[in-house]
């Protein structure tokens, strides 16, 4: 059965940090790119930040460049996020997912989300 788990999220005072973690069973997590995204009420889900499988490379929304970090355990099944310099418009929750794209096939498993509150 696979599951994508995320904790971490939480009440936090602007310019603050959390750290985002999903850990993920069920599949073959070291094959898998890896996501976080979120989705901010009345709005749509956009992508925060991916990794690749191996964890070489990196990409971040323009929006938290330089202040988000993503990185990934693959001997513990584990993707994180750090969020550094939080701003109230990081309020949102915050999604995992895996991705595993094949020749004929196409992999894609989410999880239910943490939520991210930024207030004074």
């Known amino acids: 059965q696979v599951q994508l788990v995320e904790s971490g999220g939480g009440l936090v005072q602007p310019g603050g940090s959390l750290r985002l973690s999903c850990a993920a069973s069920?599949?073959?997590?070291?094959?898998?790119?890896m996501s976080w995204y979120r989705q901010a009420p009345g709005k749509e889900r956009e992508l925060v930040a991916a990794?690749?499988?191996?964890?070489?490379?990196?990409n971040y929304a323009d929006s938290v460049k330089g202040r988000f970090t993503i990185s990934r355990d693959n001997a513990k099944n584990t993707v994180y996020l750090q969020m550094n310099s939080l701003k109230p418009e990081d309020t949102a929750v915050y999604y995992c997912?895996?991705?595993?794209?094949?020749?004929?096939?196409?992999?894609?498993?989410w999880g239910q989300g943490t939520q991210v509150t930024v207030s004074s």
């Open positions: 997912n895996a991705v595993l794209k094949l020749v004929r096939n196409e992999y894609d498993y």
């Open positions: 069920g599949f073959t997590f070291s094959s898998y790119a």
């Open positions: 990794i690749t499988s191996a964890g070489g490379s990196t």
